[in-house]
Each structure stands twice: as structure tokens, then as C-alpha cells.
């Protein structure tokens, strides 16, 4: 299985800040024949379900504001909130669909310092 | 708009069973295919099941093989998780997912809001 590992557990940052969430696989989720990055992040808020943000490592879903940006490839990938606003507040998820069993990061909490 | 509908949660003791069914509405059903996801109390998410668009295959995780059976109504838009031999370990908010692009299994672009499973005697 490929594990998932997000960094950090938690983290504080004060309103209109960077927010920066690192997520790393246990092995390479580039595929070589279309070089696609086979990796999503979601956030979470409380009581809610898990809500996309971005697809492919970069590609931002309809309708996300454009502070939230993924980057990085192969084992190596980055969730960028580059002013954090209150409504940010929330636990994401890292998650790679490039071979079953699909997997997820354990989550990174962000919240207002 | 896409809609998901989770229902048929509830209080199981161990060993026994659940069917959950996922009513889905706003996108054609029976192009996408279809997950199961579950998220412990308190805990993260896990991935349990996949089911293709034309019912031709299916995807278990390792903790969930040979209990419980992806299935799903294509005329009805329904999705349904039938769960047998339960244990503790089993009690979660399980979501049902669609699959962002159908054919095979991708990212999961719209989640319902989750049906609670208690498994405890």
C-alpha cells in the first residue's frame, strides 16, 4: 500500500498569512505515460463532509479560490494557502489515486494563531 | 446540482448486518463510477469500495474484503454498501463519493453528508 504522510499534524497561522501543508508518498505517484501526478487534497470542515480543492497535484476544482494552489511531484507535494482567511479554518487531506487501495494523509489542522 | 443521499445507518451489534443505499441526483449516474468512504469518529478518512459505471468491477480495501458488497441500481441512481460481520472497529460515518471521472478510480469530486454506522452491543 502506498502511505501517505502529511506534515504537520497541526499548524497556527495568523489571518492573511501563508499556510503551507506538506504531504509525502511512500512511493513515486507520477505516472510515467501521461506524467500526471496522481494526487488530491480536500478539505474538511467540522461536521461537514470532505469538499475537493485540487486534482492532479495542481489542478484547482471549479469554484476554489485561487489563494488554495497544489504543486510538487512524484513522492514529494505541497497544499499552498497563500492569504489565510477565517473561513480556511479546517483539517485537509492529502489522498493518491494512482493504485488501490486508494489512500489518504492523516489530515493537517489549520487554524487562526 | 449533484446531490448524494446517504441513508440506512444505525446501531448493529457485532457480527451482524447494515445495507447502506447513497440516492443520487443532478449528474448521469450511470456514466461514474462510484465509492465508499469512511471516516472513524474522530479520526481520518479511509477508502473502503469502488464500483465501476456499468457494474463490471469492483475494488475493496483489505479491511473490508469478503464482508461487505459494493452494489448499485443504475436505474434507480442508487449506490448501495451491504455489510456483513461487523466489528467494532467498523463504526464510522461512512460517505458515499463519485468518482471525478467515471471510468476508472480518480480523485472523489463530490462526497454526501455521511450515514453514522455504531457497531456495539
Known amino acids: 500500500d502506498i502511505v501517505m504522510t502529511q506534515s504537520p499534524d497541526s499548524l497556527a497561522v495568523s489571518l492573511g498569512e501563508r499556510a503551507t501543508v506538506n504531504c509525502k508518498s511512500s512511493?513515486?505517484?507520477?505516472?510515467?505515460?501521461?506524467?500526471?501526478?496522481?494526487l488530491a487534497w480536500y478539505q474538511q470542515k467540522p461536521g461537514q463532509p470532505p469538499k475537493l480543492l485540487i486534482y492532479?497535484?495542481?489542478t484547482r476544482e471549479s469554484g476554489v479560490p485561487d489563494r488554495f494552489s497544489g504543486s510538487g511531484s512524484g513522492t514529494d507535494f505541497t497544499l499552498t494557502i497563500s492569504s489565510l482567511q477565517a473561513e480556511d479554518v479546517a483539517v485537509y487531506y492529502c489522498?493518491?489515486?494512482?493504485?488501490?487501495?486508494?489512500?489518504f494523509g492523516g489530515g493537517t489542522r489549520v487554524e487562526i494563531k | 446540482q449533484v446531490q448524494l443521499v446517504e441513508s440506512g445507518g444505525g446501531v448493529v451489534q457485532p457480527g451482524g448486518s447494515l445495507r447502506l443505499s447513497c440516492a443520487a441526483s443532478?449528474?448521469?449516474?450511470?456514466?461514474?463510477?462510484m465509492h465508499w468512504v469512511r471516516q472513524a469518529p474522530g479520526k481520518g478518512l479511509e477508502w473502503v469500495a469502488f464500483?465501476?459505471?456499468?457494474?463490471?468491477?469492483?475494488y475493496y480495501a483489505d479491511s473490508v474484503r469478503g464482508r461487505f458488497t459494493i452494489s448499485r441500481e443504475n436505474s434507480k441512481s442508487t449506490l448501495y454498501l451491504q455489510m456483513n460481520s461487523l466489528r467494532p472497529e467498523d463504526t464510522a460515518v461512512y460517505f458515499c463519493?463519485?468518482?471525478?471521472?467515471?471510468?476508472?478510480?480518480?480523485?472523489?469530486?463530490?462526497w454526501g453528508q455521511g450515514t453514522l454506522v455504531t457497531v456495539s452491543s
Open positions: 489522498h493518491q489515486y494512482y493504485i488501490t487501495p486508494l489512500t
Open positions: 463519493a463519485k468518482d471525478g471521472l467515471g471510468s476508472a478510480l480518480y480523485y472523489f469530486d463530490y
Open positions: 464500483l465501476r459505471y456499468d457494474n463490471t468491477k469492483e
Open positions: 492532479w497535484a495542481s
Open positions: 443532478g449528474f448521469t449516474f450511470n456514466t461514474y463510477g
Open positions: 512511493q513515486s505517484i507520477l505516472y510515467s505515460s501521461n506524467n500526471r501526478n496522481y
